[in-house]
């Protein structure tokens, strides 16, 4: 930036107006360049280059992009610290965007995984009920059947997350969200719990038996503060 | 400050309310931006000792634990969005066209609707105290306290006070960054700069680049509270992590954003009172650009105990202990500015000399926080509080304060006591150390930050009504800084062009205060010290023409009605859609008159 | 566009106009801004509890035609740049016109696609994608409104008798800068939502 220097003493430099030459005609072109771009893009989502697909893509619309700056915006053309700030600006985006995802990479596995467990789980406790009642455990969600018929009950709970939980079966008429919570927790002198295991490291596996009655009951993992981060689950016990 | 209108020349339109509601002058604007932010410091400061009252002794009962919460978030706010920043805008505004010859910014209206939209957005988000209560949530707003089920209303005010707070920040930043690229006098070059001009710069990009995240961010809580999105609401696939990554992907750079303009104050103090030129400038230079780019890779050491993983973990310890380097490579280089100088002892040097000092304290702590097994044993300790407030009160308020006393009789025509000022500076300084060293202890032992009270017999009681007591030297120094301040507005405006008899920039060769098109003759500019350059080599600067043809820019008001459109876009969101929708329509309006307004 | 200070409209340090210099740091700042957006979709890929899933609600041969009509307002945008600069207003207001329409055409697809996936029952706060889908391509939509409104106001502009004044190239490349960046911006998010598989 101090390219500038030389004119410094007299007076400021005027506003330099030249314009790019390049005209309508070969605008039309680049316009025409992009599409066939756009065309190829499309065909390549739709093939089967496998692995390539990305890599291809991303680099077809870099081109699309670098066109565009470069021609369309005149950039090619302007005054070089234009092209500086902007670049600044488009490579900072870029390395927050790819230190963001590697930072989030692992919690994104594990919250895809739960959403399969809890759909695996649903299943298998809806066909098993009034036996067994899977219920998994994850940061921060109680993943279990829905309903169950009354009778015994044997609750196999699993740590699907990455910290220590544990659970409380409740009965209570109240919402699964509206438990009375003191320091953290959920106060279970002020509920009826039926059955509970305790702490499970992660990955670990326990279980508990109830009897359970026709009425609603609330599946909680009381470790200090994950109920209120979202670790209940409604049963309704026909 | 406002009485400094009397000494501009009286010609029409120049004075009156309406003269400041219309104003684009840039130092007018200044001293709007300045004036309000010490009455915001003030409040700032009240909520601070409110918080320091109730936790004087074991189990008080001055405030109840929902209020305090609100308390200590609005202090947060305030001190950081409404007092430190808008301060530095002041100077921005100031200083910047007069520093670099010019005769004024590139965009004098969007400045104004930088102030006004500012003014809103501060009263909007204060206003937050009547309406259902303040934010309370802390000022970094984590998920899920800030969400719908644990915070109130005043989490909306703070989104949309955000919001404003940062289109404000946005405009202002562009245009410095654009006055200072662009304006600059015939000669003076980039590294000709004055170092207050160059932090301004990388002040200027840091927020450019850093709101748009921010506002992201703001959006997203906004839409979690109010239209049923779960960004950040675990039980749903959302991610409370996500808001604290964001958050301080632009909460670091802010950090920055608040103590560079300090830096470049005391650059600009401390050779002027050591009667030498500064130690290092291209080092000092490139060590605040390097502070400025490395600020965008540490973020996450605000949240190693988040579980980052090891590698992520090891990263930002690396980054944030290699930032270290070119901060203490600025302040040997202040050691060595006064050193063998012939210094001389104003209120101005008191208050820069005690930046070093203090912010060399504030450094170290930050240093140990670098090393994560260290973070996690003080995470959400006082001893974070002790760091930060080492930090911004001895590094960022005092470098302000010695700025104001430095600069006060170019903008004024005025000097400060010295008395007075060496009266407040110890008041200061021994107020500080006495309410923030003691909150190092308290932090080891174990306080949490953020209580509202604790029992007795924990060992802390002693330390904290050292504390409290320091925070009310404080205030009493605050008072001084009042009372100096009318008192020498009682009298005549006598100052010099170079007030202080050495001053090496530009902003001393003209008239103190400036008359509103700042220099008769645009100064030609031959060195980094180019009053100094001129009085070494004999150069007398050009007699101003016996009939001066500047022509200034207009008074106009649609800066104050755009900013009206503004504010009415943001009660709209927390109000009524009707609102917002005569919000678009005054913001349009105004947009198309602004367009057409003659500027010549 | 707020105009300079009096006696430095024509100079500058860098030789570069002021505004066209604000509006080149401006499109660094908006860098930041949509990807922080693209992020959040990025980071909450495959993490929608429930459906409907991005595999089975978008339409690609819709999106592709909307894409289309983006790059050709691109394309026409520039030609009114082009008669701005070389004095040819009536070219300038005819290519203006175009871009102005092609701009509220792909207003239309945005709706059009917004109804449908709410009838699919795709909304706001039924899962991680259609969160950040909307918020992303909303704020993308709204940025193209906003270029609507200042096209359609120098073209509106354009027809007084003064026309847009001795600086209309000026203006009209300025605003031509904020429109393209709102098509690039288009071609990022098409690649990695729309033609991006799972």
């Given at each position: ?44 989502s739709y093939?089967s280059?496998g692995n390539?697909i990305i890599?291809?893509l ?39 965007l790819f230190a963001l995802i590697s930072l989030f990479w692992n919690d994104a596995t594990i919250i895809e995984g739960t959403r399969q467990e809890t759909v695996h789980a649903a299943a298998e406790g809806g066909a098993a009920a009034g036996a067994k009642l899977e219920v998994a455990l994850g940061e921060f969600h109680v993943g279990a059947a829905g309903e169950a018929v009354a009778g015994g009950a044997e609750f196999d709970v699993k740590n699907d997350g990455a910290v220590p939980h544990n659970l409380r079966v409740i009965k209570t008429d109240l919402a699964p969200e509206a438990l009375p919570v003191g320091g953290g927790v959920v106060d279970e002198s002020q509920v009826e719990v039926v059955a509970s295991v305790a702490d499970l490291a992660a990955g670990a596996t326990g279980s508990a038996t109830a009897t359970l009655a026709a009425g609603s009951y609330v599946l909680i993992c009381n470790v200090p503060g994950h109920y209120q981060l979202g670790m209940y689950a409604a049963l309704t016990v026909h | ?135 309370d949530a802390g000022?970094f707003a984590y998920a899920p306290l800030s969400g719908k089920t644990y915070a109130g209303s005043?989490m909306d005010?703070?989104v ?56 992201v961010a703001l959006v997203q809580m906004l839409f979690d509270r109010n239209f049923e999105t779960n960004f950040f609401v675990a039980t749903n696939g959302g991610d409370p992590i996500l808001w604290q990554h964001l958050f301080w ?51 996450s050491?605000h949240m190693f105990t988040t579980g980052l993983g090891t590698v992520p973990q ?62 996690t044993?003080?995470q959400d ?67 949490p ?152 | ?35 922080s957006l693209i992020s959040a979709y990025l980071i909450f890929k495959g993490a929608s509890l429930v459906g409907p899933y991005p595999e089975e609600i978008l339409d690609i041969p819709l999106t ?48 059009y696609e917004f109804r449908a996936f709410g009838q699919e029952g795709l909304n706001l706060s039924t899962n991680q994608f259609g969160a950040t889908f909307f918020v992303l391509t909303g704020f ?49 998010i098409?690649t990695l939502i729309y033609l991006i598989p799972q």
């Amino acid at each position: 930036m101090t390219s500038d220097m030389a004119h410094g003493e007299a007076q400021l430099p005027e506003v330099e107006h030249s314009l790019p030459s390049i005209g309508p005609r070969q605008y039309v072109m680049i316009g025409v360049i992009l599409t066939v771009i756009t065309a190829i893009e499309l065909w390549v989502s739709y093939s089967s280059l496998g692995n390539l697909i990305i890599p291809v893509l991303l680099i077809l619309s870099a081109v699309k992009f670098i066109v565009v700056v470069a021609f369309f915006m005149h950039l090619r053309f302007d005054h070089p610290a234009l092209t500086r700030f902007f670049v600044f600006g488009f490579v900072l985006a870029t390395a927050i965007l790819f230190a963001l995802i590697s930072l989030f990479w692992n919690d994104a596995t594990i919250i895809e995984g739960t959403r399969q467990e809890t759909v695996h789980a649903a299943a298998e406790g809806g066909a098993a009920a009034g036996a067994k009642l899977e219920v998994a455990l994850g940061e921060f969600h109680v993943g279990a059947a829905g309903e169950a018929v009354a009778g015994g009950a044997e609750f196999d709970v699993k740590n699907d997350g990455a910290v220590p939980h544990n659970l409380r079966v409740i009965k209570t008429d109240l919402a699964p969200e509206a438990l009375p919570v003191g320091g953290g927790v959920v106060d279970e002198s002020q509920v009826e719990v039926v059955a509970s295991v305790a702490d499970l490291a992660a990955g670990a596996t326990g279980s508990a038996t109830a009897t359970l009655a026709a009425g609603s009951y609330v599946l909680i993992c009381n470790v200090p503060g994950h109920y209120q981060l979202g670790m209940y689950a409604a049963l309704t016990v026909h | 400050m406002a009485t400094a209108a009397g000494t501009m020349p009286a010609v029409g339109s120049h004075t009156g309310l309406w003269s400041w509601l219309t104003t684009v002058d840039h130092k007018r604007i200044g001293t709007l931006y300045g004036v309000t932010a010490v009455l915001f410091f003030m409040l700032g400061g009240l909520e601070a000792l409110a918080v320091r009252t109730q936790l004087a002794v074991p189990n008080a009962t001055v405030i109840e634990a929902g209020r305090f919460n609100q308390f200590f978030t609005m202090h947060a706010l305030t001190m950081i969005f409404l007092a430190v920043m808008p301060l530095g805008a002041a100077f921005f505004n100031w200083f910047v066209p007069l520093m670099i010859g010019a005769r004024d910014v590139a965009f004098p209206r969007l400045n104004a609707l930088s102030y006004w939209v500012f003014l809103g957005g501060g009263l909007l988000l204060v206003s937050s105290f009547i309406f259902g209560g303040a934010p309370d949530a802390g000022w970094f707003a984590y998920a899920p306290l800030s969400g719908k089920t644990y915070a109130g209303s005043g989490m909306d005010f703070y989104v949309i006070g955000l919001l404003t707070l940062g289109l404000s920040s946005l405009i202002a930043a562009l245009n410095f960054a654009v006055t200072i690229i662009n304006m600059r006098a015939p000669g003076m070059t980039m590294m000709r700069l004055p170092v207050f001009i160059w932090m301004t710069i990388v002040v200027a990009f840091l927020l450019i680049l850093s709101l748009p995240v921010l506002t992201v961010a703001l959006v997203q809580m906004l839409f979690d509270r109010n239209f049923e999105t779960n960004f950040f609401v675990a039980t749903n696939g959302g991610d409370p992590i996500l808001w604290q990554h964001l958050f301080w992907v632009f909460g670091h750079p802010e950090v920055y954003v608040l103590i560079l303009p300090s830096f470049g104050i005391i650059s600009e103090v401390l050779p002027v009172f050591s009667r030498k030129p500064l130690f290092g400038y291209t080092a000092i230079v490139f060590a605040g650009v390097s502070i400025g780019v490395l600020g965008w890779a540490v973020w996450s050491h605000h949240m190693f105990t988040t579980g980052l993983g090891t590698v992520p973990q090891i990263v930002f310890s690396a980054s944030t202990m290699a930032i270290a380097v070119p901060t203490g490579v600025k302040i040997f280089n202040w050691l060595a500015t006064m050193y063998g100088g012939n210094i001389r002892f104003t209120t101005a040097m008191y208050f820069a000399v005690s930046v070093i000092v203090l912010f060399t304290i504030g450094g170290i702590t930050g240093v140990m926080h670098a090393v994560v097994p260290v973070d996690t044993q003080q995470q959400d300790t006082y001893f974070i509080v002790a760091h930060l407030h080492y930090v911004l009160f001895g590094g960022a308020i005092m470098g302000i304060f010695s700025g104001i006393y430095y600069w006060f009789p170019k903008m004024t025509g005025r000097f400060l006591g010295e008395g007075l000022g060496k009266l407040q500076f110890w008041l200061f300084f021994i107020g500080m150390n006495l309410t923030f060293f003691p909150m190092h202890f308290l932090g080891v032992s174990g306080m949490p930050r953020r209580i509202y009270t604790y029992d007795a017999g924990l060992g802390w009681e002693m330390w904290n009504m050292v504390a409290t007591i320091g925070s009310y030297i404080i205030a009493v120094g605050m008072l001084a800084f009042v009372w100096n301040f009318f008192k020498s507005m009682r009298k005549p405006a006598t100052a010099a062009d170079d007030a202080w008899g050495m001053g090496a920039t530009l902003e001393w060769a003209t008239s103190s205060p400036p008359p509103e098109h700042d220099f008769d003759v645009i100064p030609a500019v031959h060195d980094r010290d180019p009053l100094w350059y001129n009085r070494d080599h004999g150069i007398t600067p050009e007699p101003a023409p016996a009939h001066l043809h500047i022509h200034m820019p207009p008074p106009s008001y649609y800066p104050l009605v755009m900013a009206g459109g503004v504010l009415m876009l943001g009660v709209g969101v927390l109000s009524h859609l009707a609102v917002t929708a005569l919000g678009v329509v005054i913001i349009l309006y105004s947009a198309w008159a602004w367009i057409l307004e003659p500027t010549d | 566009m707020a105009a300079a200070a009096h006696g430095t409209v024509h100079h500058s340090s860098t030789g570069i106009d002021n505004r066209k210099l604000l509006m080149w740091i401006f499109l660094a700042s908006e860098c930041l801004f949509f990807g922080s957006l693209i992020s959040a979709y990025l980071i909450f890929k495959g993490a929608s509890l429930v459906g409907p899933y991005p595999e089975e609600i978008l339409d690609i041969p819709l999106t592709s035609t909307s894409t289309f009509v983006l790059l050709m307002s691109s394309l026409s945008m520039v030609l009114a740049v082009y008669g701005a600069e070389h004095a040819r207003p009536r070219m300038m207001k005819l290519w203006l016109f175009v871009t102005v329409l092609l701009g509220l055409a792909f207003l239309g697809f945005q709706v059009y696609e917004f109804r449908a996936f709410g009838q699919e029952g795709l909304n706001l706060s039924t899962n991680q994608f259609g969160a950040t889908f909307f918020v992303l391509t909303g704020f993308h939509g709204t940025h193209v409104g906003v270029g609507v409104v200042i096209l359609s106001s120098l073209l509106f502009g354009s027809f007084r008798r003064s026309g847009l004044g001795s600086e209309a190239g000026f203006h009209v490349e300025v605003a031509g800068l904020y429109w393209h960046f709102v098509d690039i911006v288009w071609i990022v998010i098409f690649t990695l939502i729309y033609l991006i598989p799972q």
